[in-house]
């Protein structure tokens, strides 16, 4: 009996010890499943934060920054990697836009008939599956070609789809084309202003009641006055009114501005320093371009740049007429914030770069698309000591900008090995064909395209963007896949 009694005491202990063991590595094989926890890993260009430079993924570094996350509803994360694509030409300083159509079109300074201003549409790009599918080339081919502009600029109704051409020539005045059926044929040239000093023009639209046409147009430009001059046209851009003050009287901004921006509700938006040339603002019309209100920004704890990036207050509004400022800090860092009314007031100022060991950045360019969804474009770079730089393409995406603690979702959009420029001041001043600015928007499908330059490819052109991620229009899903570009689309 006693026999029996240890033989069977010493079974269950070898059965107790071997379940042990087999449990310990069914429960070491199961992770728990989280917010981030998706069906492929999360590639080392992609990262999830909060303001901060905060890893989302590093729990004892959002609690040390006493964030309590709230990941659930519009401020949820996706699955996000980054790309690009050629062009085809170079560009310098580009600016573009989308059609209804889906084609995207970017400038191209000196590749049209005649040495002029190309403007080259790229059909395909939306929804592709295939890079086969995709293909660009220049659209402007007029019977009298406009000599080439020494500030190429392209502008898309958002409401009419008219694709406009504002060209600045040696600073003695600007002219504008139209074309109303993507690029087949384009209006005879009209002047927008013929004095100088004309320079750093932007131009946008917004739905303020015009006469003669569905939107009203404004342009502002850098004309050696003390803030920028601003003109309107109530008839799509034949005829102009006289340049007038784009800021209050007295305002010491300094003349270059920000892109425009035309908001749903009529307003227009353009930013640069404010009056007193300490920080930030953004100056607001709501009253189709003839007076300009200074609307100053949350810029105490970040400052003010003191590079190239120094004139650049972007802005960008969203479907409901939701303001997004952006502007690079005194330690060469981007900031964001944001105005439920009007630009009369912000939220606290948000610094928006990845936990990537980023030094620097410059060029930001701001968009918006439904409620509460932003998309942020800029160059930034990692100091490595050795005197050559690498400097890359980033987008950082949000999906419900006005949450507690909203998650930003950045993607690198060239390898490492793949920098867009190596010079040690690339961000920080004219660089290559980044020359003065850059520019965003967002398609109808909600991915965004980023316009910028590949300095070392010959600074050809390229449209950055995610090849997944989650749409920043209508329901909130994840982006249909698009293949990634890359080197070989810039013949590297």
């Not at 590949?454 to 963007?465: E, K, L, M, T, V």
Request: some cysteine; charged content about 15%.
């Amino acid at each position: 009996m006693r026999f029996g009694m240890a033989v069977t005491l010493s079974l269950l202990m070898m059965l107790t010890a071997f379940s042990g063991c087999f449990g310990t590595k069914d429960s070491d094989s199961v992770k728990e499943d989280t917010p981030f926890t998706f069906d492929k890993d999360i590639p080392a260009t992609t990262w999830y934060h909060y303001a901060g430079g905060i890893d989302a993924l590093n729990s004892s570094a959002v609690a040390d920054a006493n964030i309590t996350a709230n990941l659930t509803s519009f401020n949820t994360p996706f699955w996000a990697n980054g790309s690009y694509y050629g062009i085809g030409m170079t560009t310098f300083e580009p600016t573009m836009g989308i059609t209804s159509d889906n084609n995207i079109y970017m400038t191209s300074w000196g590749n049209g008939p005649a040495g002029s201003t190309a403007i080259v549409q790229c059909t395909g790009l939306i929804g592709m599956t295939d890079l086969s599918e995709y293909s660009c080339a220049n659209v402007y081919d007029p019977i009298a070609p406009v000599a080439n502009s020494n500030d190429p600029y392209v502008y898309i109704d958002p409401w009419t789809d008219r694709i406009m051409k504002f060209d600045m020539h040696a600073l003695l005045g600007m002219t504008v084309e139209w074309s109303d059926n993507e690029g087949a044929s384009w209006s005879a040239p009209t002047v927008a202003t013929s004095y100088s000093v004309q320079d750093h023009q932007t131009i946008a639209s917004a739905p303020y009641p015009a006469a003669l046409h569905q939107t009203t147009w404004v342009f502002c430009i850098n004309g050696n006055w003390e803030a920028p001059l601003c003109s309107t046209s109530f008839d799509g851009g034949n005829t102009w009114s006289p340049e007038v003050p784009g800021a209050p009287l007295g305002c010491g901004s300094g003349g270059l501005s920000a892109h425009l921006e035309g908001a749903d509700d009529g307003n227009f938006y353009r930013g640069n320093p404010s009056c007193d040339s300490q920080g930030y603002a953004i100056y607001k019309s709501d009253d189709g371009g003839y007076t300009w209100s200074e609307h100053v920004l949350p810029t105490e704890e970040s400052g003010k740049a003191t590079t190239w990036n120094a004139e650049e207050a972007q802005v960008g509004v969203d479907e409901e007429s939701n303001v997004y400022a952006m502007w690079m800090g005194a330690d060469n860092m981007p900031y964001f914030a944001y105005s439920r009314d009007q630009a009369e007031t912000w939220s606290d100022a948000m610094m928006i770069a990845p936990p990537a060991g980023l030094s620097g950045t410059g060029f930001p360019v701001v968009t918006a698309g439904s409620e509460g969804r932003v998309a942020f474009g800029y160059v930034g770079v990692i100091s490595n000591g050795s005197g050559t730089e690498a400097w890359h393409g980033y987008i950082t995406t949000v999906t419900d900008a006005f949450s507690d603690n909203p998650l930003f979702t950045t993607v690198q959009i060239t390898e490492e090995n793949d920098p867009i420029d190596d010079l040690d001041d690339c961000g920080y001043n004219r660089c290559g064909g980044l020359g003065d600015f850059l520019d965003m928007r967002i398609d109808v499908q909600g991915r965004v395209w980023f316009a910028l330059s590949h300095n070392i490819a010959g600074d050809i052109g390229i449209f950055a963007s995610l090849t997944e991620g989650p749409t920043l229009r209508g329901t909130l899903e994840p982006l249909p896949p698009i293949p990634a570009g890359g080197p070989s689309t810039v013949g590297l």
